[in-house]
């Protein structure tokens, strides 16, 4: 049954969808089967693999609110072994209409156990809020990933996000993790992006990820391409950060796959290559 993790931060420009699309495609890259769900209503993730939101027929929206069926709503991306369930604006008014819907917590859980089998993992990119969407979101999780860049403020509203996270762990999915934290908009010239790193990792230690997303503009410029940062630039250090951060997680899930099977890890699988 896939993993299914979901990127979420209330505050926005933090790097959440562009880590989300670029996430997905390196693991799409990495021959995962890989599902990407924009539960977002700006419908960034879903124009960044290349669909106009206004074009689409079937949505989460229709998914989550109409009859459609999940797998109806599936879109083929030009990447391989990615697949979409692409948001549409509709999406905004979504929150209002579930307000009377029994166990609405769930809509979005229940909508993604049709096609768990299918894949390796489903990314969610959720809305920067915390809303019935964004809670429905978590409640479909195993883990969530906080994306938090390297600037000033960069601890504001993370502990309110870590807050909500815990009131969905204990009344709607006890068993969501937190993946990591992850540091982006990562600037190797300036002092700040260094003290920024280092007092997130004082206070969350082991939580946050070893990889550093990198400021770099061909991940600015993939999206308007309607690609990730892996087909427009395969060699740009926005495809090794993606690429690394992908190993990361592929490491540790195979490390506490082996922990419950009471298996010893293969040399490939203990090698550690991720570069902060």
């Known amino acids: 049954m896939g993993k299914v993790i979901a990127i979420t931060?209330?505050?926005?420009?933090?790097?959440?969808?562009?880590?989300a699309v670029n996430l997905s495609a390196a693991m799409a890259a990495l021959e995962?089967?890989?599902?990407?769900?924009d539960a977002d209503p700006q419908a960034n993730a879903t124009s960044g693999v290349g669909f106009n939101p206004d074009h689409v027929s079937g949505s989460i929206y229709e998914c989550m609110l109409g009859d459609l069926e999940t797998e109806a709503v599936i879109k083929k991306t030009s990447t391989k072994n990615l697949d979409l369930i692409p948001s549409h604006l509709d999406l905004v008014g979504a929150e209002l209409e579930m307000v009377s819907i029994?166990?609405?917590n769930h809509v979005?859980?229940?909508?993604?156990?049709?096609?768990?089998?299918?894949?390796?993992?489903i990314v969610i990119d959720c809305a920067p809020s915390l809303g019935i969407i964004t809670t429905n979101a978590l409640t479909a999780a195993d883990s969530v990933i906080i994306p938090v860049q390297c600037q000033y403020y960069a601890l504001e509203g993370l502990t309110k996000l870590l807050n909500t996270i815990r009131i969905v762990q204990s009344r709607f999915n006890p068993d969501l993790e937190l993946e990591g934290i992850l540091l982006t908009m990562y600037d190797t010239r300036t002092r700040l992006s260094k003290q920024v790193v280092e007092e997130v990792r004082t206070h969350f230690q082991q939580l946050v990820f070893n990889t550093l997303i990198h400021n770099n503009t061909k991940i600015a410029e993939a999206p308007s391409h309607g690609i990730s940062i892996l087909e427009y630039d395969i060699n740009s250090i926005g495809s090794v950060n993606y690429l690394n951060l992908c190993k990361e997680i592929l490491q540790r899930d195979a490390a506490k796959e082996a922990m419950e099977q009471n298996e010893p890890l293969g040399p490939e699988e203990t090698s550690s290559e991720i570069n902060a």
Request: hydrophobic share 25%.
């Open 9 to 19: 931060n209330q505050k926005g420009g933090v790097g959440k969808t562009t880590s």
């Open 32 to 37: 995962k089967k890989v599902l990407l769900v």
């Open 102 to 104: 029994p166990d609405r």
């Open 108 to 121: 979005l859980r229940n909508k993604l156990q049709e096609v768990r089998n299918v894949y390796d993992y």
